[in-house]
Protein backbone atom coordinates (compact mmCIF):
# COMPACT_ATOMS: atom_id res chain seq x y z
CA UNK A 1 0.00 0.00 0.00
CA UNK A 2 1.61 3.38 -1.11
CA UNK A 3 1.12 6.46 0.54
CA UNK A 4 0.72 8.48 -2.57
CA UNK A 5 0.73 8.59 -6.34
CA UNK A 6 4.32 9.99 -7.73
CA UNK A 7 2.31 12.68 -9.51
CA UNK A 8 1.25 13.51 -5.71
CA UNK A 9 4.98 13.40 -4.56
CA UNK A 10 6.83 17.37 -4.97
CA UNK A 11 9.47 15.90 -5.88
CA UNK A 12 8.64 14.03 -8.78
CA UNK A 13 7.98 16.60 -11.96
CA UNK A 14 8.03 14.78 -15.82
CA UNK A 15 9.90 11.63 -15.93
CA UNK A 16 13.34 11.04 -15.38
CA UNK A 17 15.66 11.29 -18.42
CA UNK A 18 18.94 9.37 -18.82
CA UNK A 19 20.50 12.54 -17.16
CA UNK A 20 18.92 12.77 -13.95
CA UNK A 21 20.68 12.73 -10.85
CA UNK A 22 20.75 9.73 -9.32
CA UNK A 23 19.27 9.11 -5.76
CA UNK A 24 21.31 8.40 -3.20
CA UNK A 25 21.62 5.04 -1.91
CA UNK A 26 19.99 3.66 1.28
CA UNK A 27 22.29 3.83 4.27
CA UNK A 28 21.48 0.64 6.66
CA UNK A 29 22.91 0.51 9.85
CA UNK A 30 23.89 -2.96 10.49
CA UNK A 31 25.41 -4.37 13.65
CA UNK A 32 29.01 -5.44 13.26
CA UNK A 33 29.33 -8.75 12.01
CA UNK A 34 31.38 -9.75 15.36
CA UNK A 35 28.58 -9.07 17.82
CA UNK A 36 25.86 -11.21 14.83
CA UNK A 37 28.60 -14.62 14.56
CA UNK A 38 28.91 -14.18 18.70
CA UNK A 39 24.85 -14.29 19.27
CA UNK A 40 24.28 -16.84 16.51
CA UNK A 41 26.69 -18.70 18.58
CA UNK A 42 24.65 -18.87 21.07
CA UNK A 43 22.14 -21.30 19.20
CA UNK A 44 25.28 -23.18 17.78
CA UNK A 45 26.26 -24.34 21.35
CA UNK A 46 22.56 -24.91 22.16
CA UNK A 47 22.11 -27.37 19.34
CA UNK A 48 25.75 -29.12 20.17
CA UNK A 49 24.39 -29.96 23.94
CA UNK A 50 20.64 -30.78 22.42
CA UNK A 51 22.83 -33.26 20.67
CA UNK A 52 25.04 -34.72 23.07
CA UNK A 53 22.35 -34.16 25.88
CA UNK A 54 19.26 -36.06 24.08
CA UNK A 55 22.19 -38.92 22.86
CA UNK A 56 21.21 -38.35 19.39
CA UNK A 57 25.06 -38.21 18.61
CA UNK A 58 25.24 -41.95 20.48
CA UNK A 59 22.60 -43.13 17.73
CA UNK A 60 24.22 -41.70 14.97
CA UNK A 61 27.62 -43.47 15.98
CA UNK A 62 25.99 -46.86 14.83
CA UNK A 63 25.00 -45.88 11.62
CA UNK A 64 23.40 -43.18 9.61
CA UNK A 65 19.58 -42.86 10.63
CA UNK A 66 16.93 -40.34 9.67
CA UNK A 67 14.93 -37.90 12.25
CA UNK A 68 11.87 -39.62 11.68
CA UNK A 69 13.44 -42.84 13.44
CA UNK A 70 15.97 -41.04 15.55
CA UNK A 71 12.64 -39.05 16.99
CA UNK A 72 10.29 -42.05 17.29
CA UNK A 73 13.25 -43.61 19.52
CA UNK A 74 14.31 -41.06 21.76
CA UNK A 75 10.89 -39.29 22.15
CA UNK A 76 11.65 -36.24 19.71
CA UNK A 77 9.84 -34.46 17.24
CA UNK A 78 11.48 -35.34 14.17
CA UNK A 79 10.83 -31.99 11.93
CA UNK A 80 12.47 -29.82 15.02
CA UNK A 81 15.43 -32.72 15.31
CA UNK A 82 15.95 -32.14 11.46
CA UNK A 83 16.17 -28.32 11.77
CA UNK A 84 19.01 -28.55 14.57
CA UNK A 85 20.88 -31.74 13.01
CA UNK A 86 20.85 -30.03 9.36
CA UNK A 87 22.29 -26.22 11.04
CA UNK A 88 24.96 -28.59 12.54
CA UNK A 89 26.17 -29.74 8.89
CA UNK A 90 27.92 -26.37 8.63
CA UNK A 91 30.05 -27.06 11.52
CA UNK A 92 31.24 -30.33 9.76
CA UNK A 93 30.70 -32.64 12.92
CA UNK A 94 27.36 -34.02 10.83
CA UNK A 95 26.67 -34.82 7.16
CA UNK A 96 23.64 -35.39 5.11
CA UNK A 97 23.67 -38.40 3.22
CA UNK A 98 23.18 -38.31 -0.83
CA UNK A 99 19.40 -39.19 -1.74
CA UNK A 100 15.98 -38.41 -2.62
CA UNK A 101 14.84 -38.04 0.79
CA UNK A 102 13.90 -34.65 2.01
CA UNK A 103 12.30 -33.03 5.08
CA UNK A 104 12.85 -35.58 8.15
CA UNK A 105 13.12 -38.24 6.01
CA UNK A 106 16.95 -37.71 5.31
CA UNK A 107 19.81 -39.37 6.37
CA UNK A 108 22.22 -37.60 8.72
CA UNK A 109 25.71 -39.68 9.79
CA UNK A 110 28.22 -38.34 11.89
CA UNK A 111 31.82 -37.18 10.36
CA UNK A 112 35.05 -38.94 11.58
CA UNK A 113 35.45 -35.20 13.65
CA UNK A 114 31.61 -35.41 14.77
CA UNK A 115 32.77 -38.76 16.69
CA UNK A 116 34.11 -36.72 19.07
CA UNK A 117 30.59 -35.97 20.22
CA UNK A 118 29.53 -39.47 21.93
CA UNK A 119 30.15 -40.48 25.14
CA UNK A 120 33.08 -42.31 25.62
CA UNK A 121 35.14 -40.49 23.28
CA UNK A 122 38.47 -40.66 24.88
CA UNK A 123 38.79 -36.46 24.29
CA UNK A 124 36.05 -35.71 26.52
CA UNK A 125 34.25 -33.34 24.32
CA UNK A 126 30.88 -34.65 25.51
CA UNK A 127 31.47 -33.23 28.70
CA UNK A 128 33.02 -29.78 27.69
CA UNK A 129 29.63 -29.79 25.88
CA UNK A 130 27.28 -30.49 28.43
CA UNK A 131 29.48 -29.33 31.26
CA UNK A 132 30.00 -25.73 29.60
CA UNK A 133 26.31 -25.84 28.09
CA UNK A 134 24.89 -27.22 31.50
CA UNK A 135 22.50 -25.65 33.94
CA UNK A 136 25.58 -25.00 36.53
CA UNK A 137 27.96 -22.85 34.25
CA UNK A 138 24.85 -21.18 32.29
CA UNK A 139 22.74 -20.17 35.07
CA UNK A 140 25.69 -18.90 35.99
CA UNK A 141 26.39 -16.99 33.11
CA UNK A 142 23.14 -15.62 33.57
CA UNK A 143 23.99 -13.72 36.49
CA UNK A 144 27.29 -11.96 34.72
CA UNK A 145 25.35 -8.39 35.17
CA UNK A 146 24.73 -8.78 38.82
CA UNK A 147 28.21 -10.41 38.97
CA UNK A 148 29.40 -6.86 37.99
CA UNK A 149 27.53 -5.02 40.58
CA UNK A 150 28.25 -7.03 43.68
CA UNK A 151 31.53 -9.29 44.80
CA UNK A 152 29.67 -12.54 44.67
CA UNK A 153 30.25 -14.62 41.68
CA UNK A 154 28.21 -16.06 39.31
CA UNK A 155 27.85 -19.96 41.08
CA UNK A 156 27.56 -17.72 44.51
CA UNK A 157 24.43 -15.86 43.20
CA UNK A 158 22.95 -18.79 40.86
CA UNK A 159 23.54 -21.54 43.14
CA UNK A 160 24.37 -20.34 46.63
CA UNK A 161 28.00 -21.64 46.89
CA UNK A 162 31.40 -20.83 44.44
CA UNK A 163 32.20 -23.02 41.90
CA UNK A 164 34.57 -25.71 43.30
CA UNK A 165 32.72 -26.04 46.35
CA UNK A 166 29.84 -26.58 43.87
CA UNK A 167 31.78 -29.36 42.28
CA UNK A 168 33.11 -31.02 45.54
CA UNK A 169 29.14 -31.19 46.76
CA UNK A 170 28.07 -32.69 43.70
CA UNK A 171 30.77 -35.56 42.24
CA UNK A 172 29.22 -36.12 39.19
CA UNK A 173 29.49 -32.64 37.85
CA UNK A 174 32.93 -32.80 39.36
CA UNK A 175 33.79 -36.05 37.39
CA UNK A 176 32.40 -34.33 34.21
CA UNK A 177 34.59 -31.52 34.94
CA UNK A 178 37.69 -33.49 35.01
CA UNK A 179 37.03 -35.09 31.64
CA UNK A 180 35.96 -31.38 30.44
CA UNK A 181 39.34 -29.86 31.37
CA UNK A 182 41.06 -32.56 29.13
CA UNK A 183 39.15 -31.47 26.27
CA UNK A 184 39.69 -27.82 26.72
CA UNK A 185 44.09 -28.53 27.66
CA UNK A 186 44.81 -31.71 25.62
CA UNK A 187 46.56 -29.84 22.42
CA UNK A 188 48.03 -27.30 24.96
CA UNK A 189 49.80 -30.30 27.29
CA UNK A 190 51.29 -31.51 24.40
CA UNK A 191 52.58 -27.65 22.99
CA UNK A 192 53.93 -27.72 26.58
CA UNK A 193 55.96 -31.17 26.55
CA UNK A 194 57.63 -29.62 23.59
CA UNK A 195 58.49 -26.43 24.37
CA UNK A 196 59.81 -26.88 27.82
CA UNK A 197 63.08 -29.35 28.18
CA UNK A 198 62.19 -31.74 31.42
CA UNK A 199 65.14 -33.07 31.43
CA UNK A 200 67.14 -32.01 33.70
CA UNK A 201 64.16 -33.19 36.03
CA UNK A 202 63.52 -36.21 38.35
CA UNK A 203 60.66 -35.53 40.32
CA UNK A 204 58.02 -33.28 39.30
CA UNK A 205 55.04 -32.20 41.42
CA UNK A 206 51.84 -31.26 39.45
CA UNK A 207 49.71 -29.10 42.00
CA UNK A 208 46.12 -29.16 41.85
CA UNK A 209 46.97 -31.50 38.49
CA UNK A 210 43.24 -32.78 38.56
CA UNK A 211 43.16 -36.20 37.38
CA UNK A 212 46.81 -36.09 35.94
CA UNK A 213 45.72 -35.58 32.18
CA UNK A 214 49.20 -32.91 31.72
CA UNK A 215 51.29 -34.45 33.93
CA UNK A 216 50.43 -37.93 31.91
CA UNK A 217 51.53 -36.34 28.96
CA UNK A 218 54.41 -34.47 30.33
CA UNK A 219 55.45 -38.07 31.44
CA UNK A 220 55.03 -40.11 28.29
CA UNK A 221 57.40 -37.74 26.45
CA UNK A 222 60.47 -37.99 29.03
CA UNK A 223 60.17 -41.39 30.61
CA UNK A 224 63.06 -41.29 33.45
CA UNK A 225 60.18 -38.82 34.82
CA UNK A 226 58.71 -40.01 37.90
CA UNK A 227 55.17 -37.50 39.34
CA UNK A 228 53.05 -36.44 41.69
CA UNK A 229 49.80 -35.24 41.68
CA UNK A 230 48.68 -33.05 44.59
CA UNK A 231 45.24 -32.63 44.94
CA UNK A 232 42.33 -32.60 47.36
CA UNK A 233 41.49 -36.07 49.09
CA UNK A 234 38.44 -36.73 46.34
CA UNK A 235 40.33 -35.33 42.89
CA UNK A 236 43.45 -37.12 44.18
CA UNK A 237 41.04 -40.58 44.38
CA UNK A 238 39.64 -40.19 40.50
CA UNK A 239 43.38 -39.09 39.89
CA UNK A 240 44.60 -42.66 40.84
CA UNK A 241 41.72 -44.56 38.62
CA UNK A 242 42.55 -42.08 35.82
CA UNK A 243 46.55 -43.22 36.39
CA UNK A 244 45.87 -47.24 36.69
CA UNK A 245 43.53 -46.40 33.13
CA UNK A 246 46.30 -44.79 31.29
CA UNK A 247 49.29 -47.39 32.38
CA UNK A 248 50.78 -44.69 34.76
CA UNK A 249 50.24 -45.62 37.89
CA UNK A 250 54.16 -47.31 38.49
CA UNK A 251 55.19 -43.80 37.35
CA UNK A 252 53.07 -41.10 38.69
CA UNK A 253 50.92 -41.34 42.31
CA UNK A 254 48.40 -38.90 43.35
CA UNK A 255 48.89 -37.30 47.05
CA UNK A 256 46.07 -35.46 49.41
CA UNK A 257 47.27 -32.15 49.80
CA UNK A 258 45.92 -28.32 49.77
CA UNK A 259 47.80 -26.01 48.02
CA UNK A 260 47.06 -23.42 50.67
CA UNK A 261 48.95 -24.97 53.67
CA UNK A 262 51.46 -27.78 52.31
CA UNK A 263 52.44 -30.08 49.37
CA UNK A 264 55.01 -32.18 49.27
CA UNK A 265 58.85 -31.42 49.28
CA UNK A 266 61.59 -31.60 47.71
CA UNK A 267 60.90 -32.20 44.29
CA UNK A 268 62.88 -30.93 41.21
CA UNK A 269 59.70 -29.27 39.92
CA UNK A 270 56.49 -27.64 40.65
CA UNK A 271 53.73 -27.50 38.09
CA UNK A 272 51.32 -24.93 38.37
CA UNK A 273 49.13 -25.51 35.59
CA UNK A 274 45.67 -22.76 35.28
CA UNK A 275 45.89 -22.70 39.24
CA UNK A 276 46.94 -18.94 39.15
CA UNK A 277 44.33 -18.04 36.97
CA UNK A 278 40.97 -19.26 38.76
CA UNK A 279 41.96 -17.11 42.36
CA UNK A 280 42.89 -13.41 43.34
CA UNK A 281 46.05 -11.73 44.37
CA UNK A 282 45.91 -12.21 47.75
CA UNK A 283 45.26 -16.57 47.37
CA UNK A 284 47.61 -16.58 44.48
CA UNK A 285 50.21 -14.97 46.66
CA UNK A 286 49.48 -17.59 49.16
CA UNK A 287 49.51 -20.59 47.21
CA UNK A 288 52.72 -19.32 45.47
CA UNK A 289 54.14 -19.16 49.39
CA UNK A 290 52.95 -22.87 50.10
CA UNK A 291 54.91 -23.59 46.31
CA UNK A 292 58.12 -21.75 47.70
CA UNK A 293 58.28 -23.50 51.45
CA UNK A 294 58.33 -26.82 49.30
CA UNK A 295 60.85 -25.71 46.94
CA UNK A 296 64.87 -26.73 47.65
CA UNK A 297 67.31 -24.34 46.38
CA UNK A 298 67.73 -26.17 43.21
CA UNK A 299 63.66 -27.03 42.51
CA UNK A 300 61.81 -24.57 40.01
CA UNK A 301 58.14 -23.98 39.68
CA UNK A 302 56.22 -23.99 36.26
CA UNK A 303 53.00 -21.70 35.91
CA UNK A 304 51.40 -22.42 32.98
CA UNK A 305 48.63 -19.93 31.89
CA UNK A 306 47.30 -18.12 28.96
CA UNK A 307 49.90 -14.95 29.80
CA UNK A 308 48.05 -11.81 28.26
CA UNK A 309 49.78 -10.01 25.88
CA UNK A 310 50.37 -5.95 26.88
CA UNK A 311 48.30 -4.96 24.18
CA UNK A 312 44.83 -4.53 22.46
CA UNK A 313 45.89 -7.81 19.98
CA UNK A 314 43.43 -10.66 20.65
CA UNK A 315 44.53 -13.80 22.62
CA UNK A 316 42.61 -16.68 23.57
CA UNK A 317 43.65 -15.65 27.34
CA UNK A 318 41.15 -12.69 27.11
CA UNK A 319 38.05 -15.16 26.03
CA UNK A 320 39.02 -16.97 29.06
CA UNK A 321 39.46 -14.02 31.08
CA UNK A 322 35.14 -13.81 30.98
CA UNK A 323 35.05 -17.49 32.36
CA UNK A 324 36.72 -16.45 35.17
CA UNK A 325 34.89 -13.71 35.78
CA UNK A 326 31.91 -15.42 35.40
CA UNK A 327 32.83 -18.24 37.82
CA UNK A 328 35.72 -17.30 40.17
CA UNK A 329 37.50 -14.25 41.65
CA UNK A 330 40.56 -15.09 39.05
CA UNK A 331 41.67 -13.13 36.55
CA UNK A 332 44.15 -13.70 33.45
CA UNK A 333 47.13 -11.72 33.72
CA UNK A 334 50.00 -10.42 31.85
CA UNK A 335 53.59 -11.60 32.18
CA UNK A 336 54.61 -8.87 34.46
CA UNK A 337 51.52 -9.39 37.04
CA UNK A 338 52.46 -12.75 38.02
CA UNK A 339 56.35 -11.63 38.07
CA UNK A 340 54.74 -9.04 40.88
CA UNK A 341 53.12 -11.87 42.53
CA UNK A 342 56.01 -14.59 42.32
CA UNK A 343 58.29 -11.93 44.12
CA UNK A 344 56.22 -10.78 46.42
CA UNK A 345 56.25 -15.36 47.36
CA UNK A 346 59.76 -15.15 47.45
CA UNK A 347 60.49 -16.45 43.85
CA UNK A 348 62.19 -14.63 40.81
CA UNK A 349 61.23 -15.07 37.19
CA UNK A 350 64.06 -16.97 35.73
CA UNK A 351 62.59 -17.49 31.64
CA UNK A 352 59.09 -17.19 29.67
CA UNK A 353 58.61 -20.09 27.02
CA UNK A 354 56.32 -19.90 24.83
CA UNK A 355 54.29 -22.90 23.27
CA UNK A 356 52.76 -23.57 20.05
CA UNK A 357 49.01 -23.02 22.23
CA UNK A 358 47.67 -20.02 23.90
CA UNK A 359 49.86 -20.79 27.29
CA UNK A 360 53.25 -20.05 28.00
CA UNK A 361 55.24 -21.26 30.86
CA UNK A 362 56.63 -19.10 32.79
CA UNK A 363 60.06 -20.79 35.03
CA UNK A 364 60.71 -19.71 38.48
CA UNK A 365 63.16 -19.78 41.41
CA UNK A 366 63.76 -19.22 44.32
CA UNK A 367 65.01 -15.37 44.87
CA UNK A 368 68.29 -15.49 45.88
Known amino acids: MTMFRPADHPHTEGPAGPDAPTAAPISVESAPQVVIDSMRGVFLARALYAVAALDVADRLAAGPRCCAELADELGLQPR ?40 AHPSGTHELITT ?54 ANESVAVAHAYDFSWAHTIVDVGGGVGGFLVTVLRRYPPLFGVIAELPQVAERARRYLAEHAMADRCKAVAADFFSHLPPGAD ?100
Open 269 to 368: AYLLTYVLHNWDDESCRAILRTCASAMTPHSRLLVVEAVLPADDSPHPGKLLDLVMVTLTKGVERETREYQQLAEQAGLRLAAEIPTNSAVSVLEFVPAQ
Open 132 to 185: MQGASIQDSLAMLPQRLATHRTGPELALGAPFFEHLRANPSEAAAFDRMMIALH
Open 80 to 119: PLHQVLRALTGTGLLRTLPGPEIGPSQRFALTSQGQALRK
